[in-house]
């Protein structure tokens, strides 16, 4: 057996075909838990044994961690020499290595800064200010993601300004100076030699159209390209693909479509679904069998996204234990869901002796996680929350980080102006805004300033002039040392030289031992990068190359060894790409789990792909849980079970008594009257009881629950004649039951009502407002 014999042996027939097929381009929809990650490391594996050259295969991911892994997987089947050649990393991080070697091509040099979000949203604050706009409604958050939606788009400033339609619907919102503050925030980035993450993507499309030479070079470098999450690709990632392999069209790209849950961050499904539009020679291969969850996890969510229209037809299959059904719990607040939760973590954690690492709780939105932390602490259960604040977004580390940036490319304002300042040297806010506003006056950047203050007639007296005049030499002096030293080098030098550490080593409190550890594992963290670079043959250990591989580092790169052991909460848009033994979705109502924000057919698909992510994210146990009433913006809202519940197989769900009462019998009825049911008035879009502000406290909650009359727009039934035994009613406290039994007592009517798990009850009809449902 030869080496591609025995490496084919590993794989299943399907992930053998779509390894073995390199003739030409292909697509390759690998269904959830299906192997994609293999069949991506066997295929360039594959590649490489077959005597291509690692250095000619370009291989595109996500996440750094994703490209890391996958390194270390082909380093094991093809050996640690072949592996490190390869070009491997995520689009940012392999464009903006492109751009710094073109740099000079598109104005910039070849130490540009890479913006984050931060950066960006700090720098539209200055401009909105300078331009006199009030920042509550012209919002930085709002305008970058507008900015961001434009550059995905390849919308340059100028041409935004000239579109219109977007003027149009800027005025429609209104923010109508939207593209002069783009146009704005384009030249202040230029002029500090700096790039957002949406320019590495831009200024990579731009570099390809206007220096072909540059685009062919590329061409014949990367003799095969691989893709991975294709389905998440935006259109400027898929035209920087589309070119570079158009002409000898050896592509392969893998994704799912039902898994395509990004386009508020420009994702576009379209690429994956039209692939054979750009690539009309390309081969289909479908990865099928699940390997992760059990059968009835596998089949729960393949009853489920069959229910979109738009996608790629298959028939995911797991040959894993069959499992138990999905249990799905109700409760009737959202504050009683958080403990339902936390007690069925305890209760597995003690009889199934699971740890608390295989447990995950997912949600729709950030904002749910409280009541959760909450439930949790109060069962001593360790948690971690995912995507949280990450070690590099800490305080003392960007301060750390933006001397480095500043050594880099002094150019950087958002970098100067965080630490002018800091530690303490006497240069206040006015004199920055001093400095800024005669950097502007001039066109030059603050750093140009600084350097000849007299040239420019800063404003400023003796005294501070003196000040600047130290903190240039300062920073001057770090750029001097720079070529000569590697990053952990030049880390111990500025943590030093810049009085940092002695800042934060005034005294020994909580907060300032903290800040120490976090400096020294920076600059630990610098020494192994060092290490790490040379050991895998690297030459590049400077600075320069270190804040390349921080300034793009994902959510999914930030871990934490300490985290280790805790249960994990995150928003299933961060779960994906994950998996867990035990899975709880949690909050699966009407309006927040759709959206309520979702109003097209397509966003509602992608609603479904959301919970078909999250489903999918379990490998044993999956549980489903809703509350009944749920405290939002200052108000207490009766809620409803999701739409989606009705979308899954009964077959496959463990369901509550009062869903099934109210909705059950699922398997008489067509998919088209089960929308039909899951979107009447009764069953979900009521309007919903007007509320008042009752605070946050859970009694303020029963109060409501229990002497809420007021302002429903529920059916109120108080006579006999207007209800019967065997009807099926809703009431604000108990929800669905079902009506055993009427009498009238003192001449007063009363409806006895079974409500399943909340008990039998007996209720006077003029006072219970009663909604019926059925009868």
Known sequence: MNQLEELLSHLNESQRQAVAYNEGPSLVIAGAGSGKTRVLTYKIAYLLLSGLHPSSILALTFTNKAAREMKERIATLVGRDKAKWLWMGTFHSIFSRMLRAEAEKLGFTSGFTIYDTADSKSLLKTIIKELQLDDKVYKPAVIHGRISFAKNNLLTADKYQSNGDLYKADSAARIPRTGDIYALYASRCRQANAMDFDDLLLYTNILFRDYPDVLNNYRQRFAFILVDEYQDTNFAQHLIVKRLAEQHQRISVVGDDAQSIY????????????????????????????????????????????????????????????????????????????????????????????????????????????????????????????????????????????????????????????????????????????????????????????????????????????????????????????????????????????????????????????????????????????????????????????????????????????????????????????????????????????????????????????????????????????????????????QNPSRFLGDIDQQYLDLPIDYKTMYGRRQERSIDQERELFSSPTAYNRPQPASTNVGSHETNKWKKLSNSSGGSTTQAVQSAGGIAVGNTVRHEKFGIGQVVNIENVDGNNKATVDFGTNGTRALLLKYAKLEVINR
Not at 283 to 293: A, D, G, I, P, V
Not at 295 to 323: C, D, M, P, Y
Not at 396 to 420: G, M, Q, S, T
Not at 492 to 504: F, L, S
């Open 263 to 638: 386009s508020f961050r420009g994702a576009n499904i379209d690429n994956i679904l039209k692939f054979k539009n750009h690539f009309p020679d390309s081969k289909l291969f479908k990865l099928e069998q699940n390997y992760r969850s059990t059968q009835n996890i596998v089949a729960a969510a393949n009853s489920l996204i069959q229910k979109n229209k738009t996608q790629i037809q298959k028939n995911v299959f797991s040959e894993n234990a069959k499992g138990q059904r999905i249990q799905v719990f109700s409760a009737m607040t959202d504050t009683e869901e958080g403990f339902n939760i936390a007690n069925k973590v305890s209760e597995i954690h003690l009889t199934q002796h699971h740890p608390f690492s295989d447990f995950a709780i997912l949600y729709r939105t950030n904002a749910q996680s409280r009541i959760f932390e909450e439930a949790l602490r109060k069962r001593n259960i360790p948690y971690k929350i995912y995507g949280g604040l990450s070690f590099y977004q800490r305080k003392e580390i960007k301060d750390v980080l933006a001397y480095f940036r500043l050594v880099i490319n002094p150019y950087d304002e958002e970098a100067l102006k965080r630490v002018i300042n800091y530690p303490a040297r006497g240069i206040g806010d006015t004199t920055v805004g001093k400095i800024s506003d005669c950097a502007h006056l001039h066109h030059v950047s603050m750093w140009e300033v600084l350097s000849d203050p007299l040239q420019f007639n800063l404003g400023v007296n003796a005294g501070t002039a003196g000040k600047l005049s130290k903190f240039r030499e300062l920073i001057f002096s770090f750029i001097e040392k720079s070529p000569q030293l590697d990053a952990y080098e030049m880390a111990q030098e500025v943590v030093k030289g810049a009085g940092i550490m002695a800042d934060v080593s005034v005294d020994t409190s909580p907060e300032n031992l903290s800040k120490q550890e976090n400096l020294q594992e920076l600059v630990s963290g610098m020494h192994e990068f060092c290490e790490q670079r040379v050991n895998e043959g690297e030459t590049e250990i400077g600075l320069v190359s270190f804040m390349s591989e921080v300034s793009l580092l994902t959510d999914q790169d930030n871990t934490n060894d300490e985290d280790a052991e805790k249960l994990t909460m995150m928003t299933i848009h961060s779960a994906k790409g994950l998996e867990f033994r035990n899975v709880f979705i949690v909050g699966m109502e009407e309006g927040l789990f759709p959206s309520g924000y979702v109003d097209s057919e397509s966003e509602v698909e992608e609603e479904r792909r959301l919970f078909y992510v999250a489903i999918t994210r379990a490998e044993e146990q999956c549980f489903i849980s809703y509350a009944k009433s749920r405290f939002r913006n200052g108000q207490l809202n009766f």
